[in-house]
T-cell receptor, first 116, second 114 residues
Framework: GAGVSQSPSNKVTEKGKDVELRCDPI?????LYWYRQSLGQGLEFLIY????????KSGLPSDRFSAERTGGSVSTLTIQRTQQEDSAVYLC??????????????FGDGTRLSIL | GNSVTQMEGPVTLSEEAFLTINCTYT??????LFWYVQYPGEGLQLLLK?????DKGSNKGFEATYRKETTSFHLEKGSVQVSDSAVYFC?????????????FGTGTSLTVIP
């Protein structure tokens, strides 16, 4: 597609349920990033993929959070046993070439997750 | 380590006023610097960038100059419009041993009133 696509755009679920958030990056982009943005807050880095591998998982807030990327393309962020504090907008971004710092990130519109 | 500090908001200006949003950074290498804008309900969009010292990024009337001596990348616009109301994020990217990492400021909310 022309831009980064995230789905679903909105997700409402009950506390304790598992959720999967999907990110489809721009075709050919090798680097993919997940961020969390709580209401009125800045971006909290979660995880970064270079191809299918994740050299930096330092931002994942707990072991309930995991992410994978297959085929160097689509990525899925999974949150198990959701808690109310997981409510936020989850943003995905991709960039063309990893290892070149002047390449900007391109963001999707995010998934707004609400835990009841 | 790398970090970005930007002016706290919210900022409220009248239409046609001059805008400055301050951004300073710390970096261990030779980073590239960016300003992103986020309109309500949307993701972040790249506004402008600068990749080396003394470069000036510009777009849609916004400008920012990469100042290595003051480690700053302040965003300016001479005459703001209501449509500029959004949240603005300063960011840097730098290479680390784990790849190309990005660091974002906390964002500055701008409201322009007619």
């Amino acid at each position: 597609g022309a831009g980064v696509s995230q789905s679903p755009s909105n997700k409402v679920t009950e506390k304790g349920k598992d959720v999967e958030l999907r990110c489809d990056p721009i075709s050919g982009h090798t680097a993919l990033y997940w961020y969390r943005q709580s209401l009125g807050q800045g971006l909290e880095f979660l995880i970064y993929f270079q191809g299918n591998s994740a050299p930096d998982k330092s931002g994942l807030p707990s072991d309930r959070f995991s992410a994978e990327r297959t085929g160097g393309s689509v990525s899925t962020l999974t949150i198990q046993r959701t808690q109310q504090e997981d409510s936020a907008v989850y943003l995905c971004a991709s960039s063309l070439v990893a290892g070149v710092p002047n390449q900007p990130q391109h963001f999707g519109d995010g998934t707004r997750l609400s835990i009841l | 380590g790398n970090s970005v500090t930007q002016m706290e908001g919210p900022v409220t200006l009248s239409e046609e006023a001059f805008l400055t949003i301050n951004c300073t950074y710390t970096a261990t290498g030779y980073p590239s610097l960016f300003w992103y804008v986020q309109y309500p309900g949307e993701g972040l969009q790249l506004l402008l960038k600068a990749t080396k010292a003394d470069d000036k990024g510009s777009n849609k009337g916004f400008e920012a100059t990469y100042r290595k001596e003051t480690t700053s990348f302040h965003l300016e616009k001479g005459s703001v419009q209501v449509s500029d109301s959004a949240v603005y994020f300063c960011a840097l990217s730098d290479l680390s041993n784990t790849g190309n990492q990005f660091y974002f400021g906390t964002g500055t909310s701008l409201t322009v009133i007619p």
